[in-house]
């Protein structure tokens, strides 16, 4: 895409947290808008991946088992959210499960699966109840030396909320956020349409899709076995982790997708809803008051009853 057509779209496309983001504003040329809303994701980036040494998250990994660390405001409350999801889920969402994350190391070793007895050593690491936080002074701690946290699942959720703020702030009327599949939808499109935003296929590469969601002013996030996996034997092995076994999650789930109003809680609760399964996992959608469809390894589709008529298949003559 050249220059002008970036321009003519009033768009950004950026690396940021990990995976490839694009950003579009529809109702209105902002170039300087757009370029705030970039700078706004590589500062949360800063603040909060796990691969800058010197970020909230590296600091707080770097100390673990030797006391509290200051940290911003804003990491301190992305934390607290985190914890509270993982108290909801009961460990199901857990963001000290980044010693897990680096002995399996999926995407990065090549087809490795770790022995019984290091999944045993390496998930004693692995307890949210282990981290700490000091309210009053913005301080974080992990317990144990060698226990590590990852936002990873929750933070491209939260940059696009904010996205989503700045974009309010300015009076922006029709949007679409993309930070590597999490979607934000705001207003409509110009004309006065919903968006159709397709439900990534599970079974086939990023980009096909099994049906479309109507929405607007909707968030979308989608988890699924096929963005990193490798197979050994006949059997997928997914990076989606049960913090609680230590094993890639299996529910007998291929996808989840969530559509909610705020990203950052859909981001983790796509995850969380992957590792604890369709039956439980609706349970917890009615119960928060969202939606969601899971898509099983029987090629099954399970949607909440508020996507009714939001929800629908695309046909053999649809892409």
Not at 140 to 152: E, F, T, W
Not at 229 to 238: A, E, P, Q, V
Request: proline residues 2%; contains cysteine.
């Amino acid at each position: 895409m050249n220059e002008n057509q970036m321009k003519s779209n009033s768009e950004r496309i950026f690396y940021a947290l990990g995976t490839l983001n694009q950003i579009k504003i529809f109702d209105r040329l902002d170039e300087q808008l757009l370029d705030i809303a970039v700078q706004r994701v590589l500062e949360i980036e800063t603040l909060m991946s796990a691969f800058k040494t010197d970020s909230d998250v590296s600091k707080i990994n770097q100390n673990a088992g030797k006391g509290f660390v200051s940290i911003q405001a804003e990491t301190y409350r992305l934390i607290k959210r985190s914890l509270a999801f993982s108290k909801m889920s009961d460990g199901a969402f857990d963001i000290t499960v980044r010693p897990l994350v680096e002995l399996w190391g999926i995407g990065k070793k090549k087809n490795y699966i770790p022995t019984e007895e290091e999944l045993i050593c390496t998930g004693k690491l692995v307890d949210y109840r282990k981290l700490i936080l000091d309210k009053n002074n913005h301080r974080a701690a992990l317990r144990d030396n060698g226990q590590a946290i990852d936002l990873g699942g929750i933070a491209k959720g939260y940059a696009a909320e904010e996205i989503k703020r700045i974009f309010a702030e300015n009076k922006v009327k029709s949007a679409l956020i993309n930070l590597g599949g999490n979607i934000v939808a705001i207003g409509s499109q110009p004309d006065g349409k919903v968006w159709k935003i397709g439900i990534q296929n599970p079974c086939a590469p990023t980009g096909k899709y099994f049906g479309f969601l109507s929405i607007i002013d909707k968030t979308i996030v989608t988890s699924g076995i096929n963005e990193r996996f490798f197979m050994k034997d006949g059997i997928r092995y997914h990076h989606i982790l049960d913090p609680r076994t230590g094993m890639p999650a299996s529910n007998k789930i291929l996808s989840v997708t969530v559509i909610c109003d705020c990203s950052t809680d859909a981001d983790a609760l796509t995850t969380t809803l992957f590792v604890i399964g369709a039956e439980h996992g609706m349970e917890l959608v009615k119960k928060l008051k969202t939606e969601a469809i899971f898509v099983t390894e029987s090629l099954d589709i399970i949607a909440s009853i508020g996507l009714k008529d939001k929800f629908n298949l695309f046909n053999n003559n649809e892409k």
